[in-house]
């Protein structure tokens, strides 16, 4: 039985809404049926949901490319996040946590921050690199891709001249991640151990990109990056490190394919 009660406005209405964009974050994009059913909210009810949000600029209308059967009358429709939408997910949690890194930081010190990220990073690399090393090495850009998106990331693989690309829609930290850094250096870092290869990220949605793109250059094969602190750059005479971009030719721009819609997920 579908429930009705979140149509009735106020703060069932923010419930609904936030879910909403909480499923076309995970999952690219979505029809008010596959909406509808996911919430249990009436049709009516989610239709009513949707039309106000279009209305705010938080999400936008596009063709659907559903293959579910359709009736007589309108067509449907599949709904994606504008940018506007993409920062209109709860942000309390985001607030509690930044506000938690910044007291670690100025009682702990930096180090701490760093360190936090790590471990967050390593958590990462733990939940993706089974399905990893289990492919081939030319396909484990794809599986990692594949992975990334099953714990959030809404990730895929874009092929370039200069090598791979792999393309992060969707940053579960990224209110966050704005105020320290720290967090995108460390998941950059990880990739690289997983991969076993020389990577470099040319975006992130932190910083205010549409997307975060890690490249993957031609010839970098598995193996090439060593293990411990070289993922961080090697020493130079004067006792400083370089960093890992300053051992690589700069690749191309980054250029992701659209987010991946919501055929074939759970939406």
């Known amino acids: 039985m579908k429930n009705d009660h979140d149509a009735s406005g106020g703060t069932a209405d923010g419930r609904t ?4 964009v909480r499923l076309l974050l995970e999952g690219g994009s979505a029809t008010a ?3 509808s059913r996911q919430l249990g909210v009436s049709p009516a009810g989610i239709r009513r949901h949707l039309d ?12 659907s490319r559903s293959r579910e059967p359709r009736g007589r009358g309108r067509p449907a429709r599949s709904y994606t996040l504008t940018e506007a939408g993409h920062r209109a997910g709860p942000t309390a949690y985001s607030d509690l946590a930044a506000g938690a890194l910044r007291f ?27 399905a990893v090393v289990a492919a081939k ?17 809404t990730a895929s693989v874009s092929e ?5 690309q792999i393309c992060q829609h969707h940053c579960p930290v990224q209110f966050v991640a704005e105020r320290f850094p720290a967090l995108c250096d460390a998941e950059t870092a990880a990739l690289a151990r997983v991969l076993d290869t020389h990577v470099q990220r040319l975006a992130t949605i932190a910083h205010g990109d549409g997307v975060c793109t890690t ?10 990056v060593p293990d411990g602190p070289s993922h961080q750059g090697v020493s130079r005479a004067d006792g400083s490190r370089s960093t890992a971009s300053e051992l690589r030719p700069a690749p191309a721009s980054p250029t992701c394919s659209p ?5 074939g997920s759970a939406l």
């Open 17 to 20: 809404r936030d879910r909403v």
């Open 215 to 224: 490249h993957i250059p031609v010839g970098a094969a598995p193996g090439s």
């Open 137 to 153: 090495p030319a396909d484990r850009p794809a599986a990692l891709a594949e992975a990334m998106t099953a714990a959030g990331y």
């Open 52 to 63: 106000a949000m279009v209305g705010d600029g938080i999400i936008t209308p596009t063709e």
């Open 33 to 35: 049926a596959e909406l």
């Open 104 to 130: 670690l930081a100025e009682v702990v010190g930096p180090s701490a921050v760093s360190q936090f990220a790590e471990g967050r990073a390593s958590d990462l690399e733990r939940r993706v690199r089974s």
């Open 160 to 164: 370039l001249p200069t090598g791979l």
């Open 259 to 263: 987010s991946p819609s919501s055929e």
